[in-house]
Each structure stands twice: as structure tokens, then as C-alpha cells.
Nanobody, 118 residues
Framework: QVQLVESGGGLVQPGGSLRLSCAAS????????MNWYHQAPGKERELVAG????????NYADSVKGRFTISRDNAKNTVYLQMNSLKPEDTAVYYC???????????WGQGTQVTVSS
């Protein structure tokens, strides 16, 4: 069955760094665009970053440009989100999302909590 399993979340002080990972299984990873979303309490889920299926193009929300980097390793079926210079407003549940590049079929992970606080 399809699984997206996020890891790497936790509590970090402002200015700190975290690296999220999302391990995929049950589908052909290299045929899916991969995205990271976040959802803060009381707010809608928002796109943070995306990467095309071969990793040739990336896109970022304005709020994270220059601080976050998305990458993928198709040999390991894993997508990463390196988060630097973290701010309290980055506090949210972070979700991994896969979207097939032709059909648009979409899968979601269960989310991992990131809390930025002193």
C-alpha cells in the first residue's frame, strides 16, 4: 500500500535548523512531484515547497525563500526539507504530498510537528 512517512520534526529554538524527511513506498516515486505543506493551528494548509519528479525544478513559498531547501533522492524514494533560520511563525504540522505528474493522483503523509520556540 501507499505510504508517506515523515520524520525529523521536533522542538527547536528560533534561528535553529531542522531537516525533515519523507520516505515513500507503494508507488513509483520518480513519477511524482513532491511537495511539503504546513498547517498551523486555526489556519489552512499551505504549500511550503515543491520539487519536480526528476529534481530539476523547485518552488518555494515567499515566506521560506532563502531559508528552506527541498531536495529528493529517487534512489532512496525520499524527499527532504532542510529548514534553516527557523522562526516562531514556522511552527506547524508539516505534511509530505505526492502528485502524479500526469494523472494528478495525490497522496499525503500523516504529518510531523515542528515547533519553533525559546
Amino acid at each position: 500500500q501507499v505510504q508517506l512517512v515523515e520524520s525529523g520534526g521536533g522542538l527547536v529554538q528560533p534561528g535553529g535548523s531542522l531537516r525533515l524527511s519523507c520516505a515513500a513506498s507503494g508507488f513509483t516515486f520518480s513519477t511524482y512531484t513532491m511537495n511539503w505543506y504546513h498547517q498551523a493551528p486555526g489556519k489552512e494548509r499551505e504549500l511550503v515547497a515543491g520539487i519536480t519528479r526528476l529534481g530539476t525544478r523547485t518552488n518555494y513559498a515567499d515566506s521560506v525563500k532563502g531559508r528552506f531547501t527541498i531536495s529528493r533522492d529517487n534512489a532512496k524514494n525520499t524527499v527532504y526539507l532542510q529548514m534553516n533560520s527557523l522562526k516562531p511563525e514556522d511552527t506547524a504540522v508539516y505534511y509530505c504530498n505526492a502528485v502524479h505528474f500526469i494523472s494528478g493522483v495525490s497522496y499525503w503523509g500523516q504529518g510531523t510537528q515542528v515547533t519553533v520556540s525559546s
